[in-house]
């Protein structure tokens, strides 16, 4: 079973940018699909991203396009998320996991694909 540890997270003024990291221990790392979903007070943990094992394809959801880049670097067993032009909408707990099926488009936002979540890193944007 593979263990993940979120890091990066902190607080930002709005229009700044931070880069997540989510290292893996266990498994195969090299062989996983990924995603990244968020976490809000009060509200449903959402997708953000998706990238497939070889980092050829990625995924976003509709909120982050544009602005939210998702990448790893196998060597190092670490996926990322590179996060540019945040909104204070974007404040939440931020979960890396390993996505277990095959997807295309919105069928990768199913939350129901992932496990082995990791604990979440908080992100702040300040208006």
């Known amino acids: 079973q593979v263990q993940l540890v979120e890091s990066g997270g902190g607080l930002v003024q709005a229009g700044g940018s931070l880069r997540l990291s989510c290292t893996a221990s266990?498994?195969?790392?090299?062989?996983?699909?990924m995603g990244w979903f968020r976490q809000a007070p009060g509200k449903e943990r959402d997708f953000v991203a998706t990238i497939n094992w070889s980092g050829g394809s990625t995924i976003y959801a509709d909120a982050v396009k544009g602005r939210f880049t998702i990448s790893r670097d196998n060597a190092k067993n670490t996926v990322y998320l590179q996060m540019n032009s945040l909104k204070p909408e974007d404040t939440a707990v931020y979960f890396c996991?390993?996505?277990?099926?095959?997807?295309?488009?919105?069928?990768?936002?199913?939350?129901?694909?992932?496990?082995?979540w990791g604990q979440g890193t908080q992100v702040t944007v300040s208006s």
């Open positions: 266990g498994g195969t790392f090299s062989s996983y699909n």
């Open positions: 996991a390993r996505r277990r099926r095959y997807c295309s488009g919105n069928g990768c936002y199913d939350i129901s694909m992932y496990s082995d």
